[in-house]
């Protein structure tokens, strides 16, 4: 068995910031498929595998090479049946889709902010580079002053919350009474925040707190990694 | 064959205005069963069969009787197999529950603003009286208060179309390439606004627009009603 999962991190060697690579992560939890995590800097995600690549997460499964962590899932899906599903039927695949829409348009602006300075601190020196030309041409002002933003954010996050915590009152996971991919697409998307902001993402009592620290279980136990936060 | 689906109407007898309502009608459209809309007022609601009654949808179907959409839902995927399914495998039951989750917490509040001078201009006078007395409970003042918001909380609204939008790019459906119960839900938030808001809901190259013409067209022609809007 080679299977080996590359993925943005920190100078620590340790810090895996990526939402995409940590769905990935959580859904070789859920089907307990074992694997070498390999941390890559901005600059060498050109050289990964055959060259061909130009974002992570990169799964190479035993010779075969998947890119993007939804087409990794279905990857996943099709070549170990026997596992736990990661998408029942064709409508809750759809559904992970919606799910990732959702993380995208709604979730992630917020957090874009909130995770800016954290995502800055924790990278080498290239990726810092890299990473303050992307977002400020993005965004079209300074890190800094996009940081300025970051309480009224962070605010307007826990507000976007709702639909998951009246949800979380009538199933246990996204996908029902088991988690699926779109438990893993939600959780990339707060373990993103989670490793990267120093405050507590959610309060005591919110039942995505207790959702949010089951998933973790789930890639700990699972995957057999070292979590950095 | 009797069955029989009460819903909350305008004093025209026609217009019909329960979101609630509307996911039943269409649910009942996908799965191609024949049924008699009856309109109640609120009065009328606690007369509806054994009395049993407090909200509507209530579906009498052939002797059974139910209440709640998603009940319902299930009733009839239970009692109807052979037809299409609302729900292809527990997973996509569940994606439902946050299809409806999504719509009470994040659609509902701005347009329990934006069409509260609509519905109470639809309704007669008796059920007028009991819709301004529950609402400016709620909201705290006056309907006339509360519409002054609504132009302000259509922009909102509009906004929050946006994880829609994007995931009508890759599936014409939200159950996937086959409307299920979730297209229901949805399409009964927006239907409840098309009846009694006069203003378009949707630009006209919004991608929300054509799936929303879509779930009209089902239950149009399956279900054999008129639509009153």
Not at 53 to 75: K, M, Q, Y
Not at 103 to 132: A, D
Not at 179 to 207: M, N, R, Y
């Amino acid at each position: 068995m080679t299977r080996i999962l590359y993925s943005l991190c920190g100078a620590d060697g340790r810090t895996h910031y990526s939402p995409h690579v940590w769905k990935v992560i959580m859904a070789l939890g859920l089907k307990g498929l074992d694997f070498e995590l390999r941390p890559v800097t901005f600059k060498q995600i050109s050289g990964i595998e055959d060259g061909s690549f130009t974002s992570v997460p990169v799964l190479n499964d035993n010779g075969h090479l998947e890119c993007d962590s939804f087409r990794i899932a279905v990857h996943l899906d099709e070549s170990y049946p026997e596992k736990a599903a990661l998408f029942s039927c064709p409508a809750a695949r759809a559904s992970a889709r919606f799910a990732e829409c959702f993380c995208q348009s709604v979730l992630h602006p917020p957090l874009s902010v909130v995770t800016v300075l954290g995502m800055h601190s924790i990278m080498g020196p290239e990726c810092q580079v890299h990473f303050r030309s992307v977002r400020e041409k993005r965004f079209g002002k300074t890190l800094e002053e996009i940081a300025a933003g970051r309480d009224v954010e962070f605010v307007s996050f826990r507000e976007k919350l709702e639909p998951l915590r009246s949800y979380l009152a009538i199933h246990p996971w996204f996908g029902g009474e088991e988690p699926q991919f779109s438990d893993c697409i939600l959780f990339g998307t707060f373990q993103w925040a989670h490793v990267t902001v120093k405050a507590t993402l959610f309060s005591e009592d919110d039942p995505v707190a207790d959702w949010f620290g089951r998933c973790r279980d789930l890639c700990g136990e699972l995957a057999g990694i070292s979590v950095a936060a």
